[in-house]
């Protein structure tokens, strides 16, 4: 079946500006995760959702970043009045249960110029 | 609060040689899962395997073989007779199952260089 699927694969903005990162989980997943990657680290935790709700938003930077999955499936990761510091590649991961194996997709490159 | 170290940030090795990636992992939980994943330069993460700290038995899959041990606190991942393909950057990860954040918390990733 399909896997994890991310759009647009690349954004580039410019600082100050709002962008948002869609993400479309394994069909019948219910857990859905953001992470973001910087150059040369592992993948850092940002969200994680649990049907339509947002269960532990723990690992977002500051309130200008948010995240939505209104209807459980598809989740818009959304960043306001972005920062060069914001650079990264933006991961999403389904499972179908938390702490059971998560899949990654392929991320989207976010360059904030 | 959780955390994972791989202490070794590159290896390289020649094909067909032995190699094995440490992973070190902190965690005030008792029950936890431990993970694997690859990275090839593709970008795209590959899950590997998924151990809970119940099962510490040792497991193998073809030329992978994961060593599992509770009392040093390790979950070290070895590739037998490695190949070119193998060329990637590893990471361990953790995911508790109270407390801490529910996601997987993953180490800085060892980066892995297998030369023909």
């Known amino acids: 079946g399909a896997g994890v699927s991310q759009t647009p694969s690349n954004k580039v903005t410019e600082k100050g500006k709002y962008v948002e990162l869609r993400c479309d989980p394994i069909?019948?997943?219910?857990?859905l995760y953001w992470y973001r990657q910087s150059l040369g680290q592992g993948p850092e935790f940002l969200i994680y959702?649990?049907?339509?709700?947002?269960?532990?938003d723990s690992g977002l930077p500051n309130d200008r970043f948010f995240a939505v999955r209104p209807e459980g499936s598809v989740s818009t990761l959304k960043i306001q009045r972005t920062e060069r510091g914001d650079s990264a590649v933006y991961l999403c991961?389904?499972?179908?249960?938390?702490?059971?194996?998560?899949?990654f997709g392929p991320g989207t490159r976010l360059t904030v110029l | 609060a959780q955390k994972v170290t791989q202490a070794q940030t590159e290896i390289s090795v020649v094909e067909k040689e032995d190699v094995t990636l440490d992973c070190v992992y902190e965690?005030?939980?008792?029950?936890?899962?431990l993970f694997w994943y690859k990275q090839p330069p593709s970008g795209e993460l590959v899950f590997l395997i998924r151990?809970?700290?119940?099962?510490?038995q040792n497991e193998i899959s073809g030329r992978y073989s994961w060593n599992f041990q509770k009392s040093t606190s390790s979950f070290n991942f070895t590739i037998t007779a490695s190949q070119v393909v193998d060329s990637a950057v590893y990471f361990c990860?953790?995911?508790?199952?109270?407390?801490?954040?529910?996601?997987?918390?993953f180490g800085k990733g060892t980066h892995l260089i297998i030369q023909p």
């Open positions: 959702f649990q049907g339509t709700g947002a269960a532990d």
């Open positions: 965690t005030r939980d008792t029950t936890y899962y």
């Open positions: 991961a389904s499972s179908d249960y938390r702490g059971n194996e998560q899949f």
């Open positions: 990860a953790l995911s508790e199952s109270r407390g801490g954040a529910d996601g997987l918390t």
């Open positions: 151990r809970n700290s119940f099962d510490e």
């Open positions: 069909s019948g997943h219910t857990a």
